[in-house]
Nanobody, 123 residues
Framework: QVQLVEYGGGLVQAGDSLKLDCAASGRAFSTQTMGWFRQVPGKERELIGAIRWSGGRTYYVDSVKDRFTISRDNFKNRGYLQIDSLKPDDTAVYYC????????????????WGQGTQVTVSS
């Protein structure tokens, strides 16, 4: 089992930057990939991007490439999502997720999920 807890959400202004933090525990040493997702009420959860735990290779969906940055600290078992130039449309619940099974970075199939953190961007 891997436990994930997200930190860093809240109410921010449009144009601000925000860094979300995902702390992994339990069998975190088995992590292959950490992904970040977001979900708006009434819509499906969507993949933002992912990072390979070993090597740090990243993947982003096209719509977020310019403003979102995923990183990780293997020693701390933490992953991060930096969001710059926040827009009201970025308002969502943000989730981190972990794969202990090796899957393609583009995959939206994950083994463990955090509880999510709300990000609200006011205009």
């Amino acid at each position: 089992q891997v436990q994930l807890v997200e930190y860093g959400g809240g109410l921010v202004q449009a144009g601000d930057s925000l860094k979300l933090d995902c702390a992994a525990s339990g069998r975190a040493f088995s992590t292959q990939t950490m992904g970040w997702f977001r979900q708006v009420p009434g819509k499906e959860r969507e993949l933002i991007g992912a990072i390979r735990w070993s090597g740090g290779r990243t993947y982003y969906v096209d719509s977020v490439k310019d403003r979102f940055t995923i990183s990780r600290d293997n020693f701390k078992n933490r992953g991060y999502l930096q969001i710059d130039s926040l827009k009201p449309d970025d308002t969502a619940v943000y989730y981190c997720a972990v794969n202990i099974v090796f899957r393609r970075l583009e995959s939206d199939e994950y083994d463990y999920w955090g509880q999510g953190t709300q990000v609200t961007v006011s205009s």
